[in-house]
């Protein structure tokens, strides 16, 4: 089971969930189910509106589940993603600090997901 805790400027306190074990639910999903603001547009990953910034509350636990190749040409775009990173993922299972919530899925890992609540991460 995850526990995903949700944090960001246009809530008036963090939120936690729990992701259930096995379920493919998307972060963004798991928000909208909850009633927590992510703002998005589009769900597929081509807009970036939905970025979210994700710390692991225990960093020997982190799972680097596939990033998209929507999802890396969008990260790359909005300047939150460098080839490094994705060689990290790719290579050495080291996910990157930032996502997109329509695209990241939570797995048996403990997570802080941190968002503006502006598309795109915008402030």
Do not use: W
């Not at 299972?93 to 997570?111: G, W």
């Amino acid at each position: 089971m995850a526990i995903i805790t949700f944090t960001s400027p246009q809530m008036h306190k963090d939120k936690t969930v729990y992701g259930v074990a096995g379920d493919t639910k998307t972060i963004l999903a798991l928000a909208e189910d909850n009633r927590i603001p992510i703002p998005f547009d589009c769900r597929d990953g081509n807009c970036g509106s939905c970025l979210i910034e994700v710390s692991y509350d225990n960093p020997a636990d982190k799972k680097a589940i596939m990033l998209t190749d929507k999802e890396k040409q969008k990260l790359k775009e909005l300047g939150k993603l460098t080839q490094q990173e994705i060689d990290d993922a790719e290579v050495r299972d080291m996910p990157p600090r930032y996502r997109l919530a329509c695209q990241f899925i939570a797995r048996d890992e403990d997570v802080t997901v941190s968002f503006s609540g502006m598309p795109g991460g915008s402030d």
